[in-house]
């Protein structure tokens, strides 16, 4: 069965440092997704991404995040400048529709900033 | 806005016992309805959707969720526990009439424990 890959599994970084999350979704799939849940805490949507652009992003997707599908398959999270604030798991997910389609994650990047 | 409510933190069923997670949500129009189950250092996995039609809608590893419009909830449920089932439980919901590529609004998660 296909699966959404995350690499890597764990990123440790020191504040201020830039970092990239890479996830490849399934293979047919056209909308792509970055959520992340900070310990303890509800999974919060950051970002969708159709059509090479950005279609939806949330509040907390500010200046410092910026998404990108650099070949086709991958599907990277940047983030510029980490905070202590951004640690916390990030799951990408893909999907082969619109709306009523479910999300199929993968199993995330815990990201520990320091 | 659209918000989902798990009013509880954790769940205790014994062994072959029914069990219920409740969840209720929040959205301006119509909702589509999901329940993901989260194991230890995995991603979520997808269980049920409900999209229309019949309210008592079916999933995998014989769990089921039963959509009640008028009191907006949607509980998951399944006719007899197993210990495999323990895990953490996410509601969650997005409008239909938002667009095509919003996210999903999830719940802040059930903690399922099923005692031998």
């Known amino acids: 069965e296909p699966e959404v890959t995350q690499t890597p599994s764990h990123q440790v970084t020191q504040m201020g440092q830039e970092v990239i999350l890479r996830c490849v979704p399934i293979?047919?799939?056209?909308?792509f997704y970055w959520y992340r849940q900070i310990l303890g805490q509800k999974v919060e949507f950051l970002v969708s991404?159709?059509?090479?652009?950005?279609?939806?992003k949330s509040e907390i997707f500010d200046d410092q995040f910026s998404v990108e599908r650099p070949d086709g398959s991958n599907f990277t999270l940047k983030i510029r400048s980490t905070k202590l604030e951004d640690s916390a798991m990030y799951f990408c997910?893909?999907?082969?529709?619109?709306?009523?389609?479910?999300?199929?994650f993968g199993p995330g990047t815990r990201l520990t900033v320091t | 806005a659209q918000s989902v409510a798990q009013p509880e933190d954790q769940v205790n069923v014994a062994e072959g016992n029914p069990l219920t997670v409740k969840c209720t949500y929040s959205?301006?129009?119509?909702?589509?309805l999901f329940w993901y189950v989260q194991y230890p250092n995995r991603g979520l996995q997808f269980l049920l959707k409900?999209?229309?039609?019949?309210?008592l809608v079916k999933g995998s590893y014989g769990f089921e969720a039963e959509f009640n419009k008028s009191q907006t909830s949607f509980h998951l449920k399944k006719p007899s526990a197993l210990v495999s089932d323990s895990a953490l439980y996410f509601c969650?919901?997005?409008?239909?009439?938002?667009?095509?590529?919003?996210?999903?609004?999830f719940g802040k998660g059930t903690h399922l424990i099923i005692q031998p």
């Open positions: 959205v301006s129009g119509n909702p589509y």
């Open positions: 991404f159709y059509n090479n652009e950005i279609s939806e």
């Open positions: 409900y999209i229309t039609g019949d309210n």
């Open positions: 997910a893909s999907t082969a529709g619109t709306t009523y389609y479910e999300q199929y």
């Open positions: 293979s047919n799939h056209l909308y």
């Open positions: 969650a919901v997005r409008d239909r009439a938002g667009g095509g590529a919003d996210g999903l609004t």
